[in-house]
């Protein structure tokens, strides 16, 4: 979730595993959360509502335009199948934006998915990737 605070992301994963939504697992000494299969039947919900917002929303100004909502999209339809085995660094500049969400990097491989990075986890990047 794009600027959420880490004590409140824990919050409200904690709230979803309870309910059943969300379970926790650990990969390669990282906690992560994975959809249940309840919450994967909300997936078409989810999308459903998401494609009605885009259909109705307004245009975008230029000044409207949220790095990091394209990064957290982006990470979204990477396909770890097509990804490679050792990870790779991208980086994207967003020459226009503020200069907190002006640089970004994916760190991209198969067993990992992806991982977004901004400026402040410059050295948790590099280190995702070697």
């Known amino acids: ?5 880490p004590p409140l992301l824990a919050a409200r994963l904690r709230e979803l595993g309870r309910v ?7 990969v390669d000494g990282e906690p992560r959360s994975r959809l249940t299969e309840a919450g994967r039947e909300l997936e078409p919900l989810v ?3 998401g494609a009605w917002g885009i259909r109705w929303m307004r245009e975008l100004r230029p000044d409207e335009y949220d790095p990091v909502l394209l990064m957290v999209q982006i990470s979204r339809e990477c396909r770890p199948d097509r990804m490679p085995e050792k990870a790779v660094t ?5 020459k ?17 998915g992806v991982d977004v990075c901004d400026s402040r986890y410059t050295e ?4 995702l990737s070697q």
């Not at 979730?1 to 605070?5: A, D, T, V, Y």
């Not at 059943?20 to 650990?26: A, D, K, Q, W």
């Not at 503020?98 to 640089?103: D, I, V």
Request: aromatic share 10%.
């Open 47 to 49: 999308t459903m509502m």
């Open 124 to 127: 948790w990047a590099i280190h």
């Open 90 to 94: 991208v980086q994207v500049h967003f």
């Open 20 to 26: 059943g939504l969300v379970e926790r697992h650990v």
């Open 96 to 112: 226009d934006a503020e200069a907190a969400h002006r640089r970004w990097w994916l760190v991209l491989s198969r067993s990992r």
């Open 1 to 5: 979730m794009p600027r959420i605070s």
